[in-house]
């Protein structure tokens, strides 16, 4: 089993910063790629960004520019540094990872909770 753990929400005022963390942690995996979803209240879940154990990154149109996915493969964690916050950036933001098991070498999907983000105007 692999468990996703989310950190760094919180509330802040348009134009600030914050940083979200997520650690990976469980039986013996190795990350292939991690990335961060977000979900405003009424609304669907949406792709924010990702990257790849390889190097890649991909955004959203709307947060390109403004947010940096990044992952560490020997921590098994990775983060969302953001940016140039919009009120319209408020949501509860879900932390989303691929890896493949030791044991069996099988690829799995998991999911964090989720951490909340405020972004006042």
């Known amino acids: 089993q692999v468990q996703l753990a989310e950190s760094g929400g919180g509330l802040v005022q348009a134009g600030g910063s914050l940083r979200l963390s997520c650690v990976a942690s469980?039986?013996?995996?190795?990350?292939?790629?991690m990335s961060w979803y977000r979900q405003a209240p009424g609304q669907q879940r949406d792709f924010v960004a990702m990257?790849?154990?390889?190097?890649?990154?991909n955004y959203a149109n709307s947060v390109k520019g403004r947010f940096t996915i990044s992952i560490d493969n020997a921590k098994n964690s990775g983060s969302l540094q953001m940016d140039s916050l919009k009120p319209e950036d408020t949501a509860v933001y879900f932390c989303?990872?691929?890896?493949?098991?030791?044991?069996?070498?099988?690829?799995?999907?998991?999911w964090g909770q989720g951490t909340p983000v405020t972004v006042s105007s």
């Open positions: 990257a790849t154990s390889t190097g890649g990154t």
């Open positions: 989303n990872a691929g890896a493949v098991v030791h044991e069996t070498s099988k690829s799995i999907t998991v």
């Open positions: 469980g039986s013996r995996f190795s990350l292939t790629y």
